[in-house]
C-alpha cells in the first residue's frame, strides 16, 4: 500500500517531460564473448559540453555482462588510451580511427579491451526558458516563501555507433526530451522536477540495448 | 564607552572577527591535485633531463581585479604530476635535474625546462555560458648537452567543465584546470615532433641509430674473420 502511495506521490510531484528518439542503422550489432563498448561523450565544441552523468547514467543502464554487454566505464577507457581520446585529439572520423590504429601501442590497447563498438554521444541539458519568482523572509515568528517559479529543459543528444573491428558507422540515433518543472511555495517550496536529462539517458540506453541485442526484450534498470 | 587596558575589548573582537569572515567570503583557494596517465605510443630514442623548477613546481596563479573576488589557484603541485608523467613516458631515457644548468650528467642529450607563462579563467556568470573555462599557456624551452638553446615553443591548453548541481565553483574550476593539464599533456606528447628545431635532432638521432643498425652486422662478422 505504502508503495503505491509512494509511487503516485512522485508521479503528481514530478513535472512532464516527453523524448523522442530518432533512430538510423545501418547493421544489427554482433557481439560476441569477451566484446565490450565503449560510451564516450563529445567534448570538443566550446559552446556546450556532453555531460560526464549522462555518459555514465547510459553505460550503467547498458551495462549488463550476464546478456554480454560489457561497458567499459569512459574515465578508464580514456586514461587507458591517453592521450588519443582527450577533447582536442579524439578522432571526429572513423577515417581519423584509422589513422590512429597505425599506432601499434594504440591498436594493441584497444585490442586488449576487446572492444567491439564505440558509441560517441554529442549534445547536452539547457534551461531554454524560466518564469516566476519566489521571495522568502525570515523574522521573529519564523521564516517560509511565498511565490510560485517554473522553467523548462531540453535536452538534445545524438549517440554514433562506431565498428571498432569492420571501421564502419553501425548507426546513429538521437534522443530529444523537453520537459517543464514547476515550485510553488506556500510557506515551504515544493520542487515539481522534470527529469529531462535523466528520461532521455533512458531513451537513448534503451534504444542502444536494442540495437546490440537485436531480438532481445529491452531490460529496465531503475 | 571605556575601553579596557589590556587587550581588544568585546565589540573590537566581534567587529574584527566578522571582518575577517567577511574578507574570507570573498576570497578563493583552489588546490589543484590529480594523477596523470602515462601517454600510449612510441617513445623519442633520446636520454633527456627535466628541470622543473621551485616556482614552476610551486606555481600559484593570484587574481585580485576589481570586477571579480580574491582567487589563488595551486596549479604547481598537479602541473609537476603531470610534466613527470607525460615527459617519462616520451623518451627511452629522462633524467630528473634538481638543478639546471650545474651538474648535468654526460649521457643528457637534450634538457627541456617548462615555465608558466599565463593562466585565464571564466566563470558561468561571466561568460553566461553554462561552463567553466580555463586556458593555461606554457613556454617550453630545449637546451643541448651545452647550454645552447636547441627550440622554443609555447603549449597552450585549454580546459572546460559544465556546472553541476551541488558542486562548488572551486571544485569546478579545478576540475576544469585538471582537463588543461591533460590537454597540455596531449599537446606536449603529440606535438613534441612537430617543433622544428627537435625534428631536426630526433632525424639526427634516428639517422644514426639506423647507421649503427647497419654496422653491428657487418662488425659481428669482421670479429669472426
Known amino acids: 500500500m505504502f508503495r503505491i502511495v509512494f509511487a503516485f506521490a512522485l508521479a503528481v510531484l514530478s513535472g512532464c517531460t516527453t523524448v523522442v528518439i530518432d533512430e538510423y542503422r545501418r547493421s544489427d550489432g554482433e557481439l560476441a564473448h569477451g566484446d565490450s563498448v565503449v560510451i564516450l561523450g563529445r567534448r570538443h565544441s566550446s559552446e556546450y559540453e556532453t555531460e560526464p552523468d549522462l555518459i555514465d547514467c547510459v553505460g550503467n543502464r547498458l551495462n549488463d555482462p550476464e546478456r554480454g554487454v560489457k561497458v567499459i566505464p569512459e574515465q578508464q577507457f580514456v586514461d587507458a588510451m591517453y592521450p588519443w581520446f582527450e577533447p582536442r585529439t579524439a578522432p571526429m572520423h572513423l577515417k581519423s580511427l584509422d589513422r590512429l590504429m597505425e599506432i601499434p601501442e594504440v591498436r594493441d590497447r584497444l585490442e586488449a579491451y576487446g572492444v567491439k563498438y564505440i558509441v560517441w554521444i554529442d549534445g547536452s541539458t539547457e534551461t531554454t526558458s524560466s518564469a516566476g519568482s519566489i521571495g522568502c523572509s525570515i523574522g521573529t515568528g519564523g521564516a517560509g516563501c511565498f511565490g510560485f517559479g517554473t522553467w523548462d529543459k531540453e535536452s538534445d543528444y545524438e549517440a554514433s555507433v562506431w565498428d571498432f573491428r569492420d571501421q564502419e558507422l553501425s548507426g546513429k540515433m538521437s534522443a530529444d526530451a523537453k520537459g517543464t518543472s514547476y515550485m510553488p511555495a506556500i510557506v515551504v517550496p515544493i520542487p515539481l522536477i522534470a527529469r529531462v536529462q535523466n528520461n532521455a539517458c533512458k531513451g537513448m540506453a534503451a534504444q542502444l540495448q536494442q540495437f546490440l541485442l537485436p531480438g532481445q526484450p529491452v531490460n529496465s534498470k531503475s | ?225
Request: hydrophobic letters at 40%; proline letters at 6%; charged letters at 20%.
Open chain 2, 1 to 225: 564607552m571605556a575601553f579596557p587596558k589590556n587587550g581588544f575589548s568585546a565589540v573590537t573582537k566581534i567587529i574584527l572577527i566578522a571582518a575577517t569572515l567577511l574578507a574570507g567570503a570573498c576570497s578563493h583557494t583552489v588546490q589543484v591535485g590529480g594523477e596523470y596517465p602515462a601517454p600510449v605510443g612510441p617513445q623519442h630514442p633520446l636520454t633527456v633531463g627535466i628541470y622543473l623548477s621551485e616556482g614552476f613546481s610551486n606555481f600559484t596563479y593570484t587574481e585580485d581585479a576589481e570586477d571579480r573576488d580574491e582567487w589563488n589557484i595551486d596549479t604547481g603541485r598537479a602541473q609537476k604530476a603531470l610534466f613527470e608523467t607525460v615527459l617519462g613516458s616520451m623518451f627511452t631515457e629522462t633524467v630528473p635535474l634538481s638543478q639546471y644548468p650545474q651538474n648535468l650528467p654526460g649521457d643528457v642529450e637534450l634538457v627541456i625546462v617548462p615555465e608558466v607563462r599565463e593562466l585565464q579563467f571564466t566563470m558561468p556568470r561571466e561568460t553566461r555560458v553554462n561552463i567553466f573555462e580555463v586556458w593555461i599557456k606554457y613556454d617550453m624551452h630545449a637546451y643541448d648537452q651545452q647550454g645552447n638553446s636547441v627550440a622554443d615553443w609555447v603549449i597552450t591548453a585549454y580546459g572546460k567543465t559544465p556546472t553541476a548541481f551541488l558542486k562548488s565553483r572551486e571544485d569546478a574550476l579545478a576540475q576544469a584546470i585538471n582537463v588543461a593539464l591533460r590537454d597540455a599533456g596531449a599537446t606536449l606528447y603529440t606535438g613534441f615532433a612537430q617543433v622544428p628545431g627537435l625534428r631536426a635532432i630526433l632525424a639526427q638521432k634516428q639517422r644514426s641509430l639506423s647507421m649503427k643498425e647497419a654496422d653491428a652486422p657487418t662488425e659481428t662478422a669482421a670479429g669472426q674473420d
